[in-house]
Each structure stands twice: as structure tokens, then as C-alpha cells.
């Protein structure tokens, strides 16, 4: 996000706790490479809302052979109707694998001929986790299985700032209430050893979140040791399974920075159950970046109450900086130093801050109020370069280099308004002393 006033963290990337959410993030369906214009025709064009891939009513005798052929091939001596529903979601799940049945991990074809049954129809869609789901629930509907819930999840790898999501599904079975995890597009079936009362309390299992954890690899497509799983949660309304659908628009509208295409996007996800920190926070910056501050501020707000995160808190402050709302970027900062007192980063930021609002007492000509404003820079520019200079040894940041030209210039000449120039020595003693700390201007020389 860029913002009118610099950052520290165009300078400092090492003191963020939590990675950035970035506008970089790459999603199967993003991999897949949607078109826009693919996404604004196809977002309601089936009953299920599940975007472009529901199959077709005209395949359901076709379906029900390959279920029939599947079961034959994997239960012997069995017809589907003899099944448990248990065995009737993993047939559902071996008929979509199976070449022999749908294979919907058929490589694409080249699309010269108008395909004539499902597997011609949707072969195109090998790794495509959000139609692959809609493709199997539209099977499963076919044969009777309707107690599903939408998965979710979202892998973030702090070196990198990328993230991956991805969508499968649960089941339970209403007699014995056991759960299965299936996913079709990587082929999974797993059957919970536990018995839960309600599907969403599957996702609080430890084994269940251990082997999700276990799998990520499967799920990006490149090395995966550096993601940890930062949102797991589940949507049980079928009317809102599409959800995920959104989620990823909104992820290619980010990319594509179509951000009212990324607003309206991620707030469907959001009002149909992706309502996560992630979600809120890229509909805040979205709102940033057309300028609107005042709904930027309510979803950070948003996101910070989902879960609390260094980002979310640096671009709420940076948002009151643009909003010119000097007392609302203060207090956000504070909120962060208490959640990290040793960021420093944001006890440049915090500076500023009471730099920007001395300036403003300053041209009033409340010389006792922006001196007090100066005061408070002070205290966190110096706690900052003290807190560099021991912990890095490096140079001094340009934004910490800014300000605190700017507390000495603006100080000084608030002092000589006031008419003190005992405070104007110890000014001048305070540059001396931070002067051995590699801090030098010649606007401050200047001054003394």
C-alpha cells in the first residue's frame, strides 16, 4: 500500500512481527487465470451460485452409471444404494479420480470439438480446488448427499509475503456423526476418528489441524516449509459455498488493482462466511486506495478485531496520517507499542505523529501545547535511534533521520517564541548528545 506520507517499513522490513498481507497473494483460481470478464458473466449463472463449473442436469444419467461402475470397481460385490454414506462420499471422490469414470484430472484438451459428456465438459479444470468442490457436490447431490460444509484455508510464508488459499469439504454422516474431510482436488479422503455434534467442531480437533498442517505442501505449488496455516474455518450454508468463489476474485481483483472489483469482492466472501482478518484488511486498503479513509479506518478496525496485527496497526496510523487526524494515528500507535513496546518502527511513526500535531498548535500560536507535542516526539525518536543503534549498528533510517530534524528545527523555534533559553541550551545539549549516536543535520547545526 502507498501512502502520501513515507513509512518506516519502506525502510525496515525486519521489525514486523507478522507478515504484510500482500497484493501479490497467488490463489489456485488466480493461477488458473480468470479473466474479469469471465467473472462478471459467470457469478450467477447456476442455482448454487458456486460460480462457472456446476455440472449440467443433462449428465445426471451419466452420473449415476460412473457411481455404479466406481462402486463395482472399488466395493465388490456391492451396488451404491447397499453403500454407508461414508462410502458414498468416497465413491463420489474415486469417480472424479478415476479415468476410467469422469477423470477430472484429464490434462485440458484443446477445445476444437463441442465435448459431449461431463468428463469433456470439465476436464479443463485440473487444480482448480473451488470448481472441483462445486463439480463433486453437484455429484453428491445426484446420489443423494446433501450434509456438507464448505472448508477453508489460508497459508501465509513470512519470508516471502505470499499466501495460498484453498477449498474442500466436510461431511457428516447424521447416524453416527462422524466427519470425512474430502478434497477433491488433491484427491483426499479422511475420516475423522472423532465424533463431533456439529460439523464446524471438527475444525477445533488437534489431529484434524495437524494434518492440514501436514498436507500444505500438496496445496502450494512450491516450497511450502515457510507457510504456516493463519485462517481454518468452514461455511455450512450451502447458499453460501460460494463464498470462496468471491474470496478469489477479490484476490485477482487485488492483483489486477480493480479496487472496487476487490470491495465488492471480498465483502461477499465476507458476508457469505470467509470473514477473516485477511479479508477485512484487503477491503480496507481497497477503500485506501480510492481515497475514502473514513471506510479504510472501519475495516482495519474490523480486521484488528479479528486478530491483532503489526500491519493492520501501521496502515490504520498511516490512514489517520493521510485523513489528517493527528490524535487517531497517535493512539493507534500506542495500541501497537503496547502490543510490541520494542518496535521500532512504530516510535518513528509515533513521532511524527506528535511532530504533525505540534506543527498544527504551532501555526495557532499555542506555543505551550505544540511544545508539550515535541516533547512526546522526542521521547520516542530517541528511544528509536537508541534502540537502532544498539540492537543494528546501522545507519539511521531517512523517516528517523526526517523527524527528528524536525523535532529539533520546530522545537527550537517554539522555545524562542516562548522566550526560554535555558530550555534552548538543554536543546542544544540533547543534539550534542545524539550527535555521538550518528544523528547529525546542518539545519540543526544551523540553529546552535
Not at 162 to 171: D, E, I, R
Not at 239 to 263: H, L, P, Q, T
Amino acid at each position: 500500500m502507498k501512502g502520501n506520507r513515507r513509512h518506516y517499513s519502506d525502510y525496515m522490513p525486519s521489525e514486523r512481527l507478522e507478515d504484510k498481507p500482500t497484493n501479490q497473494l497467488k490463489t489456485e483460481l488466480e493461477k488458473e487465470q480468470v479473466r474479469t470478464e469471465t467473472i462478471v458473466k459467470t457469478t450467477t449463472s447456476t442455482a448454487m451460485q458456486l460460480g462457472p463449473t456446476s455440472l449440467d442436469p443433462q449428465h445426471d444419467e451419466e452420473i449415476k452409471r460412473n457411481l455404479a461402475g466406481t462402486t463395482k470397481t472399488y466395493f465388490q460385490g456391492k451396488n451404491f444404494q447397499d453403500l454407508s454414506q461414508m462410502e458414498r462420499v468416497n465413491v463420489v471422490l474415486r469417480a472424479m479420480l478415476d479415468k476410467e469414470f469422469f477423470g477430472f484430472n484429464y490434462e485440458k484438451q484443446d477445445g476444437t470439438q463441442k465435448p459431449k459428456t461431463a468428463e469433456e465438459t470439465y476436464v479443463e479444470k485440473k487444480g482448480n480446488c473451488v470448481g472441483l468442490v462445486a463439480d463433486y457436490l453437484s455429484i453428491s447431490e445426484t446420489a443423494g448427499l446433501t450434509n456438507f460444509a464448505q472448508v477453508y484455508m489460508i497459508f501465509e510464508d513470512k519470508k516471502t509475503e505470499k499466501a495460498a488459499g484453498h477449498v474442500a469439504l466436510f461431511f457428516m454422516d447424521d447416524e453416527t456423526k462422524t466427519i470425512a474431510y474430502i478434497d477433491p482436488s488433491l484427491g483426499e479422503f479422511k475420516q475423522l476418528p472423532t465424533t463431533f455434534k456439529r460439523i464446524g467442531q471438527a475444525l477445533r480437533d488437534p489431529e484434524f489441524k495437524r494434518y492440514i498442517e501436514n498436507f500444505r505442501g500438496k496445496i502450494i505449488a512450491e516450497d511450502a516449509s515457510g507457510y504456516v496455516l493463519r485462517a481454518l474455518g468452514s461455511i455450512e450454508k450451502r447458499e453460501n459455498f460460494d463464498a470462496a468463489y468471491y474470496f478469489n476474485n477479490g484476490v485477482y481483483s487485488v492483483e489486477m488493482k480493480d479496487w472496487d472489483g476487490a470491495i465488492e469482492n471480498f465483502t461477499k466472501a465476507a458476508d457469505k462466511g470467509i470473514a477473516t482478518r485477511f479479508v477485512y484488511s484487503q477491503i480496507a486498503q481497497a477503500y485506501y486506495e480510492n481515497g475514502n479513509y473514513e471506510k479504510a479506518i472501519g475495516f482495519y478496525k474490523q480486521a484488528l478485531g479479528k486478530r491483532k496485527n503489526i500491519e493492520d496497526y501501521q496502515d490504520l496510523a498511516r490512514t489517520y496520517f493521510d485523513k489528517a487526524d493527528c490524535d487517531g494515528a497517535i493512539e493507534t500507535l500506542q495500541k501497537l507499542l503496547r502490543l510490541n513496546p520494542a518496535n521500532t518502527g512504530a516510535k518513528i511513526d509515533l513521532g511524527g505523529a506528535h511532530i504533525e500535531k505540534g506543527l498544527g498548535e504551532l501555526d495557532t500560536e499555542r506555543y505551550l501545547e505544540a511544545k508539550a507535542q515535541f516533547l512526546l516526539s522526542r521521547d520516542s525518536l530517541f528511544s528509536a535511534l537508541r534502540e537502532i543503534k544498539r540492537t543494528k549498528g546501522s545507519e539511521i533510517p531517512p523517516l528517523l533521520h526526517d523527524n527528528l530534524e524536525a523535532y529539533f528545527v520546530n522545537q527550537y523555534r517554539t522555545l524562542k517564541s516562548l522566550n526560554e533559553p535555558e530550555e534552548v541550551i538543554q536543546l542544544q545539549k540533547d543534539y550534542e548528545k545524539i550527535k555521538k549516536l550518528g544523528f547529525e543535520s546542518e539545519k540543526v547545526n544551523s540553529l546552535f
